[in-house]
């Protein structure tokens, strides 16, 4: 896999350092909301790995659901043709909800399904994602969490696909471009 990285955008250690503020600050800003554990919903396949490592430092009660919505068919250019491939299991009704994502880019994925949990009932919704590509914005959709903030690049590695393939990588890279040819 090494072969096909141009360069490395975001070192393992820093995923994993930011993922530690992030988890205190969304312990610090949930830490009132004790009705009911919070539900956090990781959007599928992307966010797990950056999902599993934020979850070590939220501490509070939680569940956690998945859903799997898809945006992009195989290639590296997103859609707005957004499929809900998995829905949850659990009602967001009354629920305070905190989505997981591993990129915002144009944003029409995360803009479907936080309006479809709104529409639900969930008490509030926020989005937590590893990374944000603002130049990429086609709607206006900003994270309440973002891990780090890149150019308009294709990214791959922790989580982040490309066909597929390169989600095991544990850092953020970007790919040569022979590899789109
Ligand atoms: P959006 O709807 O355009 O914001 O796309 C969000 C989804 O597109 C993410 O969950 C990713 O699965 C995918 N995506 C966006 N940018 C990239 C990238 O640079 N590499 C890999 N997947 C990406």
Redesign the pocket.
């Known amino acids: 896999m090494m072969r096909d990285i141009e360069k490395v955008l975001i070192t393992h250690e820093e995923i994993v350092q930011k993922s530690q503020e992030m988890g205190q600050q969304i312990t610090g800003d949930f830490k009132m909301c004790t009705d009911q554990p919070l539900l956090v919903v990781g959007?599928l396949k992307?966010?797990v790995p950056f999902m599993s490592e934020l979850l070590k430092s939220i501490d509070l009660m939680l569940e956690i659901d998945f859903m799997d919505?898809?945006?992009?068919h195989g290639g590296?250019q997103?859609t707005?043709d957004?499929r809900i491939l998995r829905d949850l299991e659990t009602s967001v009704t009354g629920r305070h909800v905190l989505i997981i994502?591993?990129?915002?880019?144009?944003?029409?994925?995360?803009?479907k399904v936080v309006g479809m949990l709104e529409s639900r009932g969930a008490a509030s919704v926020k989005v937590a994602s590893l990374?944000d590509?603002p130049e990429?914005?086609?709607v206006v959709?900003d994270a309440d969490y973002v891990g780090f903030t890149i150019p308009n690049?294709?990214?791959?590695g922790y989580g982040?696909?490309?066909n597929e393939l390169y989600r095991n990588l544990p850092f953020i890279g970007i790919l040569k471009a022979d590899v789109y040819a």
Not at 153 to 156: L, P, S, T, W
């Open positions: 959007l992307g966010s919505v898809s945006s992009y590296t997103s707005n957004v994502e591993d990129i915002v880019d144009t944003g029409q994925t995360l803009k990374l590509k990429g914005r086609k959709l690049e294709f990214v791959v982040l696909d490309y």
